[in-house]
């Protein structure tokens, strides 16, 4: 018996790295669990051409929106553990989903294989040039005075942008109505229009709009002022530091990726990393690059569920 274990599990690894020499001789998939034009999107088609030309293979973007980004992270779950279904790892579909879903059909901390965490972005919250306040002192006064009246877009329910927005409303005793959208593209578009007078996004989709002035800046989440909005305060600054956390957009694959695999992908990211232009690409979004092991993303996945579980727990959010 025991002998037959050890033959077995033999087996196992030469089929393991037999995989891996070979890796990767057809196209790989990357998931974006969102619309197109949000941030997940952003990172991903920065990424995907390097990357691809790292590993010899072409890196194709597939976006597949819908839930909070949890439909589409399902399926990079369920996936063949073979490194050509790959998927972008979320802030929303790694914490803040599975710290406030409670019919979530995967564990974000058991079911993928953490890879790389590519970048950490900030977040903001900004609104319709038309709101009648262009700063935060001004937009707390508005929405005092009228509980009820407005209402916000967000990149889907019990995403980063929810979560956060419900925590802004819960800490500064606000009301906003959550509208959510199958990704940050399609909420800022309406946010444009005029259809929803306010946003919660992560700077690198938001920014474009405000460098164009049609969304302006409120307050930022962020470590300290951006350089690109250097006149936008941070959570912190206007005393909501708990809101105060940034996004991260990694890469996973499903659990039980064999491990020559995963570091062939993380070395392939860091090779694509160290080209000027496409740091540049990521840094002219605001986005700080992180470039780590998959160790370390794995343990900021779990930090970060932690973190969103408690802030879930003591403001008793629910999904509505
Ligand atoms: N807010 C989402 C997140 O950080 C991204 C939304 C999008 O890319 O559309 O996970």
Redesign the pocket.
């Known amino acids: 018996m025991f002998r037959h274990t050890l033959i077995a599990a033999g087996l196992v690894a030469v089929a393991g790295s037999t995989l891996a020499q070979g890796y990767p001789n057809k196209v790989i998939r990357l998931q974006v669990p969102?619309?197109p034009g949000?941030?997940?999107?952003i990172i991903a088609r920065v990424i995907a051409e390097p990357l691809g030309k790292a590993l010899g293979q072409t890196v194709l973007i597939e976006n597949k929106a819908g839930g909070g980004?949890v439909v589409g992270a399902n399926e990079t779950a369920k996936a063949a553990p073979d490194g050509y279904s790959l998927g972008m790892a979320?802030?929303?579909?790694t914490a803040a989903n599975p710290a406030i879903n409670p019919k979530m059909p995967y564990n974000a901390m058991t079911d993928f294989t953490p890879i790389i965490n590519i970048a950490a972005t900030p977040n903001v919250i900004a609104v319709h040039p038309g709101f009648p306040a262009k700063d935060h002192k001004g937009f707390l006064a508005e929405l005092k005075k009228n509980p009820g009246k407005y209402s916000y877009s967000s990149?889907g329910t019990g995403?980063?942008?929810h979560l956060q927005m419900e925590l802004y409303k819960n800490l500064s005793g606000t009301y906003i109505t959550h509208i959510p959208y199958r990704?940050?593209?399609p909420a800022l578009n309406d946010t444009v229009a005029g259809q929803v007078p306010m946003t919660f996004?992560?700077l690198p989709?938001a920014l474009p709009f405000i460098q164009s002035n049609r969304l302006v800046p409120i307050v930022v989440a962020a470590p300290q002022r951006l350089a690109q909005l250097p006149q936008v305060p941070t959570f912190k600054e206007v005393g909501l530091e708990p809101v105060n956390r940034m996004?991260y957009y990694g890469i996973y694959g499903p659990k039980g990726m064999p491990r020559d695999i995963v570091d062939k992908i993380n070395a392939g990211v860091r090779k694509a990393l160290e080209d000027p232009a496409v740091r540049k690409r990521i840094e002219d979004t605001g986005s700080i690059i992180i470039a780590n092991t998959p160790e370390q993303f794995g343990e900021q996945i779990k930090a970060e569920f932690e973190v969103y579980k408690k802030v879930v727990d003591s403001a008793k959010l629910k999904l509505d």
């Open positions: 969102f619309a949000g941030t997940t999107d980004g979320t802030v929303s579909t990149s995403g980063i942008g990704g940050a593209g996004d992560n989709s996004a």
